[in-house]
């Protein structure tokens, strides 16, 4: 078992050489993201100007889910891997892996792993600058089961995301530009991934439809965990099985995407 395992740990080392040799782009990515930050911080604070809390959140809270947000995804999120993978199909690459013991999936996710890792860390590096302005108003909960919990719920975000990315990238099989399926998911995304605004601040019918969706689960589950905007543990274990369960469904349809995929699939190149 451990022989097959190290060929994914040595396709997560060459991602991780291959991440670091663009780590100033990272860097820069993460710097330019600060600027998020700063127009957050200008619209909420007007938006706080007359209110000292809007929907049971003050500022602090409010202004710490968007900083927490934006570490998450680039802990978690899913950048470029869905192109990645078209990539490999449309120019035939994908080939060196029908004909050898390696099962794509695992590769793809071992690379993706090490590139979060990569894009993860350093995203820390501009929060060091900018944590003495912010630091007067970020406010985390005490309680320390959310630190616990919060990493489960990061790993099984993780699965998510690139899971989804993963089915986008099988429709190469069918389509040769998945560009417009992208787009309409970070879209959907953006909205009920809680990245414009807190899911809980929109209307009930919403949030209660984003909960029943795989994108409330991709970035603003683990959030919501780790700012306190899931106030109670029971709440938390639910959505870890729910997402759990999500992530058993996008294996399945990934699986099935790659089966049916083949039966297409032209081996030419590569």
């Known amino acids: 078992m451990f022989a097959a395992l190290n060929k994914y740990r040595q396709a997560f080392l060459i991602g991780l050489q291959s991440n670091l040799v663009y780590r100033a782009n990272f860097a820069v990515r993460g710097f330019f993201?600060?600027?998020?930050?700063?127009?957050?911080?200008?619209?909420?604070?007007?938006?706080?100007?007359?209110?000292p809390t809007?929907?049971?959140?003050?500022?602090?809270?409010?202004?710490?889910?968007?900083?927490?947000m934006l570490v998450?995804?680039?802990?978690?999120?899913?950048?470029?891997?869905?192109?990645?993978?078209?990539?490999d199909i449309r120019n035939g690459l994908i080939n060196q892996f029908l004909l050898k013991p390696i099962n794509y999936f695992l590769y793809r996710f071992s690379i993706f792993v090490a590139a979060r890792l990569v894009t993860g860390v350093l995203i820390l590096l501009?929060?060091?600058?900018?944590?003495?302005?912010?630091k007067d108003y970020l406010t985390l909960?005490?309680?320390?089961?959310?630190?616990?919990?919060?990493?489960?719920?990061?790993?099984?975000?993780?699965?998510?995301?690139?899971?989804?990315?993963?089915?986008?990238?099988?429709?190469?099989?069918?389509?040769l530009d998945i560009q417009g399926f992208v787009i309409l998911s970070m879209a959907i995304e953006s909205l009920l991934g809680g990245?414009?605004?807190?899911?809980?601040?929109?209307?009930?019918?919403?949030?209660?439809?984003?909960?029943?969706?795989?994108?409330?689960?991709?970035?603003?589950?683990?959030?919501?965990i780790l700012t306190g905007r899931i106030s109670d543990l029971g709440q938390v274990l639910q959505g870890l099985g729910i997402q759990l369960a999500w992530v058993l469904v996008l294996l399945g349809i990934n699986q099935l995407l790659w089966t049916r995929g083949l039966r297409r699939h032209t081996a030419v190149g590569g």
Do not use: K
């Open 54 to 68: 809007i929907g049971g959140f003050s500022f602090g809270q409010t202004l710490t889910y968007f900083l927490v």
């Open 195 to 224: 990245q414009m605004f807190p899911l809980d601040l929109m209307p009930e019918w919403i949030y209660r439809t984003a909960q029943c969706l795989p994108f409330y689960y991709q970035t603003y589950f683990p959030t919501a």
């Open 126 to 134: 501009p929060l060091l600058v900018a944590l003495p302005l912010l």
């Open 72 to 87: 998450m995804q680039f802990f978690v999120g899913a950048f470029n891997e869905d192109y990645q993978i078209s990539e």
């Open 33 to 51: 993201s600060l600027f998020h930050l700063v127009v957050v911080f200008i619209l909420w604070g007007a938006a706080y100007a007359h209110a």
């Open 141 to 175: 909960p005490a309680e320390s089961w959310r630190f616990a919990l919060v990493i489960p719920a990061m790993v099984f975000s993780a699965l998510i995301q690139f899971s989804i990315a993963y089915c986008f990238g099988m429709l190469t099989f069918w389509f």
